[in-house]
């Protein structure tokens, strides 16, 4: 396959990009502006270097990948009409992917490899994982995955004809006013009331109601299982907090999620020189955000140690790219 480089990515929406620009505008810029082209042999140190942190992983955001192959596997086993694997197979699994995940990494293979060698980010930064949090992060696992087992969606599940379920293998867009709208919607599934979105959440999940209102809005602009007018039912299950919570989605409320793309999509232009090419201002535009507890678990903290004054707190060893990407930044200043 042919592949063309560009100058700027191709401009898209989605929840996640919706929510980083509002989190932290830097953080936005690094992600997808600054990291684009990084794989190149000709691009910038800070480029590389963004291109890199992108492709770390925290803690928590591991275990979310690892519980949601583990709800996607139960709900393979419920279209196959086999019998659930029990808890404590669902931990082992767990478990080994844990261990593989939090096994130390060379920084400068990872460095090297970002898309082939996986690298947390508290070892990236820290060196090392405590005792303490690896206990934490087992604990959290196994109270997760009793909730995702003890679900009352695999009796649900079982009753519904094959072909009403679906389980995405990878998002899913729609076209929003020549925009492209992408979604993950965890699961959808038609039941006697109706077509439902379902979404797991393994961490906090704020803003959970308008997100799944935006999968309904998908159900209708891009899968084209629902007319305008029909009702369509959102449901969020809290594996850390064994919630389940199912919500309707009225029309009304599909046309709420679809005018916060509108207004996204328009605030995402006006941090753009060029809108109709994707053009970013310069980093300037793309204020930091003020809040530390953000930037501690941000993969991006490398690029702006020195202005939080971190440079001489790295542990030996660590950050690989950090000296060259600073020294063509300090050449970049005026």
Wanted: glycine share 6%; hydrophobic share 40%; aromatic share 8%.
């Amino acid at each position: 396959m042919h592949f063309t480089t560009t100058p700027f990515p191709a401009f898209s929406w989605s929840w996640s990009r919706h929510r980083m620009l509002a989190e932290c505008p830097r953080r936005y810029f690094y992600t997808y502006y600054l990291a684009h082209n990084g794989w190149l042999p000709t691009a910038s140190a800070r480029s590389r270097l963004a291109y890199v942190l992108k492709h770390l992983v925290t803690l928590p955001m591991a275990l979310g990948i690892m519980l949601h192959e583990r709800a996607r596997e139960l709900v393979r086993a419920v279209l196959a009409r086999e019998a659930l694997p029990d808890v404590e197979e669902l931990w082992t699994r767990t478990r080994q992917a844990l261990r593989h995940a939090c096994a130390p990494v060379e920084p400068a293979r990872f460095a090297a490899h970002p898309k082939e060698q996986s690298m947390l980010l508290e070892r990236y930064y820290d060196g090392a994982l405590s005792r303490a949090t690896l206990e934490a992060v087992g604990e959290r696992a196994r109270r997760a995955l009793r909730v995702l087992h003890e679900s009352a969606l695999w009796a649900e599940l079982g009753a519904c004809p094959e072909a009403d379920v679906r389980l995405p293998e990878a998002p899913t867009s729609f076209d929003f006013g020549g925009t492209t709208v992408w979604v993950v919607p965890d699961l959808v599934y038609r039941s006697e009331a109706g077509w439902t979105v379902l979404d797991w959440k393994a961490g906090r999940g704020e803003g959970a109601e308008a997100q799944v209102a935006l999968y309904g809005a998908a159900l209708e602009h891009g899968a084209g299982l629902i007319g305008p007018d029909d009702l369509a039912y959102g449901r969020v299950v809290r594996l850390q907090d064994d919630a389940d919570e199912t919500m309707p989605i009225p029309p009304a409320d599909r046309e709420m999620a679809l005018g916060i793309v509108r207004e996204s999509v328009a605030a995402m232009g006006g941090r753009m020189r060029d809108p109709g090419i994707n053009a970013p201002y310069e980093q300037a535009a793309y204020e930091r955000t003020q809040c530390w507890s953000t930037c501690a678990r941000c993969p991006f903290l490398e690029l702006c140690a020195s202005e939080l004054g971190l440079e001489e707190l790295r542990p030996p060893g660590a950050w690989p790219l950090l000296s060259a990407a600073a020294r063509e930044e300090a050449r970049c200043r005026p």
